[in-house]
């Protein structure tokens, strides 16, 4: 069994990503931004919303430090 590599751990993550999904679930728009305070207690509900706002916080602190 092959285990997957921590370094990468972002593209396998991005795979399983279904786009717009949380923006459905929060009833945003999907061409609107989401705040940043809804998706933080967003990030703290049980369940595949929750992991999906964690996510999409994680993905923002990423995409800040690269800029």
């Known amino acids: 069994m092959r285990r997957r590599s921590r370094k990468?751990?972002?593209q396998f993550a991005l795979r399983k990503h279904k786009k717009g999904a949380l923006?459905?679930?929060l009833?945003?728009?999907?061409g609107e931004i989401i705040p940043l305070s809804l998706?933080?207690?967003a990030?703290?509900?049980p369940g595949l919303l929750g992991q999906r706002a964690?996510?999409?916080?994680?993905l923002r602190s990423i995409r800040k430090s690269r800029n």
């Open 23 to 25: 923006h459905r679930q």
């Open 43 to 45: 990030a703290k509900a």
């Open 54 to 58: 964690r996510f999409a916080l994680n």
């Open 27 to 30: 009833g945003i728009p999907e």
């Open 39 to 41: 998706l933080r207690d």
């Open 8 to 10: 990468r751990w972002i």
